[in-house]
């Protein structure tokens, strides 16, 4: 893959922070992100104090996951067909109400609702339902609405950077303040921390300029083709395809973080407070490597590098699941971020350099599938497997089954094993394609 010229000319690191209207926007995904870990971290625990049963937690992400994939395609579509803007404010307002939800869900009243029977948490799981639908629309149109707040392209790589960078350190954040609001203020202060939060999202992004849709050649598709050139496009690029299968099995296979709850309170028993050092632990390690990746941008043997880091992903899993001391774990959680951000990073690059403008919703869309809610589904994978294997011996596998499907990637996928992000580099055009 070839960079342009331009931005090897002259490396800005700040370039993208100087527009005013991607600056409010990454303001408003700062809010937004720590809104959700917050909100994910307080229900997994409050869920797991109810139901005390690791299939329980992996539940949570089938909630939200079933959802968000059911309306991802024609999420897409709708991002390419509506101004991406008026997606974004109805589904942040669809998130603060379900966040709202939850905090009145924990009030005395509200918990009279809940008992320590698993089925009496439905109230809760139907809440996450509604809120994977509104994450399910909320992803497309966010992917291709931020391309639309730069002048020119050549910003672009910079401000995925930053947009990750940010992701990752209000990742950092969200949990340590979660872990903390539960074990000093309760679960209800907490929810309505994160709803709060989800406010100040929705005013920043009220505050960006609408933009209209991209033009393109000929009439917009109907329905079913425009899902279904999504569909193609990505099928047809083995890059791309191969950096999202290889992200979707690592993550599948190789999280963990389901089941954090339990190393918390049965393996490392450091609490609610360690629990929430614990799920800041891998974004530590990812905003860090954001952060040095905006300096250092990552070129030569971008694909050997990419293929290197989700192994070691797998190694420092199936390390923390046999770890019992809480110092070395967080340090293994820390090296998952550390290599899971340089295969964020490269993915979202090749998503957003070889995706033409006009089809960057439906393109997300089919990412949100690969990726997005792997997330979720590996949550039910890890829960499902923690019941028959264990805890430990489940997040063993995982890690083992990442490991394989390293391996099995770098031997079929020779365009991404051989992919080089340097500037000017004549045979990569045709190369990375």
């Known amino acids: 893959m070839s960079v342009p010229a331009a931005e090897s000319a002259r490396h800005d690191p700040y370039a993208a922070l100087r527009i005013p209207d991607f600056r409010r926007y990454i303001s408003a995904r700062i809010c937004l992100t720590l809104a959700t870990r917050i909100q994910g971290l307080v229900i997994g625990w409050q869920i797991f104090e109810l139901t005390n049963d690791p299939l329980a937690l992996g539940l949570i992400g089938l909630a939200e996951a079933v959802p968000s994939i059911g309306v991802s395609l024609y999420a897409g579509h709708l991002a390419d067909s509506v101004k991406r ?3 974004i404010m109805a589904t942040v307002a669809s998130l603060l109400v379900c966040a709202v939800a939850l905090a009145l869900l924990a009030t005395p009243a509200g918990l009279r609702l809940l008992t320590r029977n698993a089925l009496a948490t439905l109230p809760l799981y139907a ?23 730069l002048p020119d392209r050549q910003n672009l790589a910079n401000a995925i950077t930053w947009n990750s960078t940010t992701w990752q350190a209000a990742s950092v954040l969200g949990p340590a303040i979660g872990g903390y609001l539960i074990a000093h203020l309760g679960v209800a202060n907490a929810y309505s921390v994160a709803a ?32 279904l050139s999504g569909i193609r496009f990505i099928w047809s690029n083995q890059l791309i395809l191969a950096a999202l299968s290889l992200d979707l099995f690592a993550v599948l296979f190789g999280g963990a ?9 049965d393996i490392l028993k450091v609490g609610a407070t360690g629990f929430g050092h614990l799920e800041a632990a891998p974004a530590v390690g990812s905003v ?5 990746l905006t300096y250092f941008p990552l070129r030569r043997h971008a694909g050997r590098k990419l293929l290197w880091a989700v192994a070691g992903f797998g190694v420092a899993t199936i390390f923390f699941a046999l770890s019992t001391n809480f110092w070395l774990s ?8 550390v290599f899971d951000s340089v295969s964020v990073i490269v993915r979202s690059t090749l998503l957003h350099t070889f995706t033409p403008e006009h089809m960057k919703g439906r393109v997300s869309a089919v990412n949100n599938i690969f990726i997005g809610s792997s997330n979720e589904i590996g949550s039910f994978e890890s829960g499902t497997l ?8 489940s997040v063993v596998f995982g890690g083992t089954m990442t490991l394989v499907v390293v391996a099995l990637t770098a031997l079929r996928a020779g365009k991404l094993r051989r992919l080089d992000m340097t500037p000017e580099t004549p045979e990569t055009p045709e190369g990375a394609r």
């Open 257 to 265: 973080v389901a089941l954090l709850p339990i190393f918390a309170a």
């Open 288 to 292: 860090l490597m954001a952060v040095s």
């Open 85 to 87: 803007k008026n997606i």
């Open 127 to 149: 809440v996450i339902f509604g809120s994977g639908i509104a994450r399910g629309f909320l992803g497309p149109a966010t992917f291709s609405f931020m391309p639309q707040l």
């Open 330 to 337: 967080l340090f293994l959680l820390f090296l998952t971020g």
């Open 196 to 227: 709060v939060l989800l406010g100040l999202a929705l005013v920043q992004f009220a505050r960006i300029a609408s933009r209209p849709l991209p033009a393109m050649e000929g009439e917009r598709p109907d329905l079913k083709t425009s899902v």
């Open 386 to 393: 923690a019941r028959l294997l264990g805890v430990v011996p």
